[in-house]
């Protein structure tokens, strides 16, 4: 096989192929942050397994219509409440019209598989839940500290070391960076308000980010909870 010498390491060329045998490796995830806002989502099922994909999309301000023949406590409440769409009936192939975004999450896989099938068959982005070969994208596992998001995937071959890699970036990352970021938001519109040298705007958005400055701001923090406790 031809390839290209670039030092220490050695590239495949363009203009190969890959043996019989070989088999090509799956292509990465691409991680990205969606904006749903405003944007019409559909949730197949309504059960235990369906009601936290919801909760997430109504947090992110998605319009959520969910389709299921029955529904758990939580999705009526929503639906009572306006908050979602709940038609009460078997998923059917027009559900998916208009949708930005949809969710399997029924306990029949010929039904998760059917909506996946028909939403890519739309190009409709598409989650079957617990079924990675009919996804088009995962839900990761989340540490939420206000505006701050970390995610972890493992492409779907364990769930688990997502879970515990979550925990314990929980006890890394504690309900202090949620203060600290809103002030580093408000210091940054500040610097931006100022006409200023863009690479030394740079180094002080970098300062303020640094380890330093975080150590100090849970300084002055624990020292205004303590004065507080004292009043």
Known sequence: MKSVSTGPVTTIAANTSLPQNAKPEAAALFPIFLRLEGRACLVIGAGAVAQPKIA?????????TVVAPRAGGAVRAWAEAGEIRWEA?????ADLDGAFLAVAATSVTEVNQQVFQEARRRNILVNAVDDPPHCD???????RRGALQ?????DGKSPALAQRLRQE???TYGGEYERWLDE??????Q???IEMDREL???WLHALASRKSYEEFVCRLRVAENGEDQE
Do not use: D, H, W
């Open 56 to 64: 997430s999309l109504l947090a992110s301000g998605a319009k959520v």
């Open 89 to 93: 009936r078997p998923f059917v192939p």
């Open 137 to 143: 994208f995962y839900y990761g596992s989340v540490v």
């Open 150 to 154: 970390i995610a972890i995937s493992t």
């Open 169 to 171: 970036m929980e006890n």
């Open 184 to 189: 580093l938001g408000r210091e940054r519109q």
């Open 191 to 193: 610097l931006f308000a």
């Open 201 to 203: 705007r740079c180094q």
